[in-house]
């Protein structure tokens, strides 16, 4: 990405995935000038392909994204790279700043920087990511069908997330790690679908020949598996926002931290839009690129709203008062310059009582 940023635009997007691009590929279609700041750390980057997208299933997501933004910039957006650190009122506006020292201005912001997902403290958990320790069954349970799945429990989704996979295999297992061992109609659940459960702490993965073999409990037990499946806590990188008044809050489903949004991604703060995983923590790549596509229709139509309102303004007052003030002060500073018939209508240097030829 080698765009280079002006200093004022119609709206910037913080943030290059799905969500962001098709909110600037809807405002550069409505000939808004519009800039994506990417920081290039997209959430699915270790994932080989990206599902569950009609037409593009199976795509690379670095390739994903380069054909977005090809798109972006064939209407004439922008799309740069940069980490936003900041942002601020500026008069009517906004501005963000980067880390790099620049700043940029907008008439409205778009939030679209995704989330970071904080995986168990599980030693050798975070080498396998995106490979063989997988957290969503539409992004990656076709993949690991009819594998041996052990689901670690670390959320308050747990038993939902193994009776999930139990869809897409019939040897699934959960370890109860560091939750109480499920009871109840959540343990009579599990046994009617034949999910074994394997009390104690997980003390670490095993691989072996770069495959998972297993997980190694606390008291040295080793469970066999081929897959691990988890749920991360996930939080939106939206740090940035502090000096707007905007902060992260809990999600309802407890899962981590988001920015609330309107269905259509207004957040709280007029002029800033939030969508993809800034809002909704479990949006896949075609639910991001949806909501990124409604805000930015609504920011086009709140930028219509407000052109709309200034030009009846205009309509109504084509000469303001401070305009007209001035236009008197530019007639009068001729006249105490001795050019009093810079005004005539018969014009200038024609003296009084001459008559026309």
């Not at 690991?144 to 996979?165: E, K």
């Not at 999910?195 to 691989?207: K, L, T, Y």
Request: proline fraction near 5%.
């Amino acid at each position: 990405m080698s765009d280079q940023l002006k200093d004022t635009y119609d709206a910037v997007i913080v943030g290059g995935g799905a969500a962001g691009l098709n909110g600037a590929l809807m405002l550069a279609r409505s000939r808004r000038s519009v800039a994506v700041i990417d920081a290039g750390a997209p959430r699915n980057a270790p994932a080989a392909a990206v599902h569950g997208l009609l037409a593009r299933d199976g795509t690379a997501p670095g390739e994903l994204l380069e054909r977005g933004r090809a798109e972006v910039r064939g209407y004439g957006g922008y799309v740069a790279a940069g980490e936003v650190i900041c942002a601020w009122r500026d008069g009517d506006a906004f501005a963000v700043g980067l880390a790099d020292g620049r700043a940029v201005r907008a008439r409205r912001i778009l939030v679209a920087a995704g989330l970071v997902d904080e995986l168990p403290d599980i030693p050798g958990l975070a080498r396998r990511w995106g490979r063989d320790v997988v957290h969503c069954p539409y992004c990656h349970g076709w993949e690991v069908r009819d594998a041996a799945i052990g689901v670690v429990a670390t959320g308050p989704m747990a038993v939902h997330q193994a009776l999930m996979f139990r869809q897409l295999s019939a040897d699934v297992v959960l370890l109860s790690h560091d939750q109480p061992a499920p009871a109840g109609e959540r343990a009579e659940q599990l046994a009617a679908r034949g999910i074994r459960v394997v009390d104690g702490a997980v003390a670490a993965i095993e691989v072996a020949e770069d495959r998972i073999a297993g997980l190694r409990m606390s008291d040295g037990r080793l469970v066999a598996r081929d897959v691990v499946a988890v749920a991360t806590r996930m939080r939106a990188r939206a740090g940035f926002l502090a000096g707007l008044g905007l902060h992260p809050a809990a999600h309802p489903s407890g899962m981590g931290e988001h920015i609330p949004a309107e269905p259509d991604g207004r957040t709280a703060v007029d002029g800033v839009w939030a969508a993809g995983n800034t809002t909704d923590l479990a949006a896949q790549v075609g639910a991001a690129a949806a909501a990124g596509a409604a805000a930015g229709a609504g920011i086009n139509a709140d930028l219509i709203t407000e052109d709309t309102r200034r030009a009846v303004e205009a309509y109504r007052d084509p000469f303001p008062a401070g305009t007209e003030a001035h236009l008197c002060e530019q007639a009068a500073g001729a006249a105490r310059h001795g050019l009093e018939d810079a005004t005539r209508p018969d014009g200038p240097g024609i003296a009084a009582g001459t008559e026309h030829a």
